[in-house]
Structure formats: structure tokens, C-alpha cells
């Protein structure tokens, strides 16, 4: 089966600048995640859909950070405006269900570069 | 707090010997607790995760984990390593608090030299 897909693979913006990331997760998959890994460190959980809704989005600055599902299926992440902190790589993952003990499925994350 | 702590930056083997990657935990409750390895430009891969059950995990590419309960540990290894087994691993625990929410430590380097 298809993996996780994510576009662009490498973004380079200036500060105050606007960017978006998409994610296609697995067919079928009903939870969606997205994650924010900053070199160095383990992934931390920015947001988690459950179908087209938010389950947590705790750790999303939500200040500058936004991000939907529509349809249940495929979401973007943006960032509106981007600081020197938000280098890192954003990676995004799905689940067959309602999360809990299932393996989480990655794609192969967006490198994004604030200069 | 639910947390999992990874001791080494950097673990250096040769090949054909063992390798373990080690982890410790803190959570409140039951643990359930899972690594995940990390190839460069790619996406974090499941390897085994424990949630209840026996103490010896097994999981992909030859990789098991055994839950310690006493010690709070839960450490990945392997018989013999491989050059192939060279990448960024990463423990991580579910927290209870928030379904399917998954908490990292912040990984461990394996380099495995021929």
C-alpha cells in the first residue's frame, strides 16, 4: 500500500514569511498527526485529527500555527508568520483508528528553513 | 508526568556484535511504550512496542525489546548488528492522558562500523 505522502520535502522562507505543508495519509486511516522534530530532538505532537476533527492541539501555537483535514482525508499545516524557531522538520503520520496502541505510519517529513 | 529518557547521544558497535540502545520511562499507570528508528530523509519506521504481556518483545529487522519493570527500562537490542542498523532511534511512551498521543525521547545514534 501507499505510505504517507508529504510535499514540498524542503522549503527555505525568510522570517515573517508564510508557508504551507500537505499530507496524504494512508487510504483508509483515521487519524492523522502532525509532529514538529527540531534537530536534536524526538518528535513533539503539534496536532491530532481524529477524521476531520481536532482530538489535541495542546502544543500548536496557535498564535501563528493553524491546521485543517477537510473531508476527513487530506491536511495542510501552515505557518503564518514564520520565526527563526520554526526550523525543523514537520512530519506528519496517520493511524487505522482512534490512535491509542496502534503503530503510527510516517512520511518522510518537510525540512523547512527560516532564514 | 509521562516521559521516556534516552541515556546515550551515541551508541558505536561493529558489526556482527550486539547492540542495545537503552531507555528508561516515567509514566504514571501502565506504561505502554514503543520504539520507532529513523533512516536519514525518511520517516520514523515502527519497530515493537509493549503494552501488556510478556517481558521480551519481539519486532522488525531482528530487533526485540525487554520491559523491566523494576528498573523502569525498556531497552532495544539486537544479536548482531548490521551496517544497515546505522540510523536515529527513538523510544517513546502513550500518554495516558490523550489517546494515541505518543511522547519521544530524544533519540539515540547508532553507528554500526564494519
Known amino acids: 500500500e501507499a505510505g504517507v505522502a508529504q510535499s514540498p520535502r524542503y522549503k527555505i522562507i525568510e522570517k515573517r514569511q508564510s508557508v504551507a505543508f500537505w499530507c496524504n495519509p494512508i487510504s483508509g486511516h483515521a487519524t492523522l498527526y502532525w509532529y514538529q522534530q527540531i534537530l536534536g530532538q524526538g518528535p513533539k505532537l503539534l496536532i491530532q485529527?481524529?477524521?476531520?476533527?481536532?482530538?489535541?492541539d495542546s502544543q500548536l501555537p496557535k498564535d501563528r500555527f493553524s491546521a485543517e483535514r477537510l473531508k476527513g482525508v487530506d491536511s495542510t499545516l501552515k505557518i503564518q508568520p514564520a520565526k527563526l524557531e520554526d526550523s525543523a522538520v514537520y512530519l506528519c503520520a496517520s493511524s487505522p483508528t482512534s490512535g491509542g496502541y496502534n503503530e503510527q505510519f510516517f512520511g518522510p517529513g518537510t525540512r523547512l528553513t527560516v532564514l | 508526568a509521562q516521559s521516556v529518557a534516552q541515556p546515550e547521544d551515541q551508541v558505536n558497535v561493529a558489526e556482527g556484535n550486539p547492540l542495545t540502545v537503552k531507555c528508561t520511562y516515567s509514566?504514571?499507570?501502565?506504561?505502554?511504550l514503543f520504539w520507532y528508528v529513523q533512516y536519514p530523509n525518511r520517516g520514523l519506521q515502527f519497530l515493537l512496542k509493549?503494552?501488556?504481556?510478556?517481558?521480551l518483545v519481539k519486532g522488525s529487522y531482528g530487533f526485540e525489546a525487554e520491559f523491566n519493570k523494576s528498573q523502569t527500562s525498556f531497552h532495544l537490542k539486537k544479536p548482531s548488528a548490521l551496517v544497515s542498523d546505522s540510523a536515529l532511534y527513538f523510544c517513546?511512551?502513550?500518554?495516558?492522558?490523550?489517546?494515541?498521543?505518543?511522547?519521544f525521547g530524544a533519540g539515540t545514534q547508532v553507528v554500526v562500523t564494519p
Open positions: 509514566v504514571s499507570g501502565n506504561p505502554y
Open positions: 509493549y503494552i501488556t504481556g510478556d517481558n
Open positions: 517513546a511512551s502513550l500518554k495516558g492522558d490523550s489517546w494515541g498521543k505518543l511522547q
Open positions: 485529527f481524529q477524521n476531520n476533527g481536532v482530538v489535541d
